[in-house]
């Protein structure tokens, strides 16, 4: 069964409403996420503190750890991001500004640090492809970020995406054109 292609949910002829793995917003729902895609999620909600409250990392990650669900993430992959977006924060930054159309203040926190993750996994994770980063950070604007911040982390991931792994991104694209 294919997904309708707007946000409306099929109902079945008794009125049941049918499961289609998406929220009303278009995110995945929670069960149909795998562990990193949880993994994800709750980087999301640990480098939000960081950024915002100036918590300390050890601390933000005791935190983290104990809330419900942890349990069904990647910790190994929670603990990359996690530390990993700290670490290179200001190289990041370095990476994002040229691209930005505001100043770096002015970016929702929750965009900026979706793009933080995005960048360490096109940075780091060579198993996960570049498609794959940018439609898992799409999705965590979706759910987390406001109404058009999804359209904004895929303008800056997309623009990224060729310096970060411009092996990938043109194979890819040759793929894709089409042969004389």
Known sequence: M????????????????????RTATGARKAAAKNPRSRAREFALQALYQHVVGGNDATAIDVFTRDLSGFHKAD??????LLHGCIAEAGQMDALIEPLLDRTMERISPIEHV????????????PDVPWRVV?????????????TD???YVNGIL???SPQLRATEVEADRAKKKPTA
């Open 2 to 21: 294919t997904e309708p292609q707007d946000d409306s949910v099929p109902e079945t002829p008794q009125g049941h409403q049918t499961r289609t793995g």
């Open 75 to 80: 910790a190994v992959h929670y603990d990359a």
């Open 114 to 125: 979706i793009l933080w993750i995005g960048i360490y996994e096109m940075r780091h994770c």
């Open 134 to 146: 940018l439609n898992e950070c799409i999705e965590l604007a979706k759910e987390f970020g406001g």
């Open 149 to 151: 911040g999804h359209k």
């Open 158 to 160: 997309n623009g990224l």
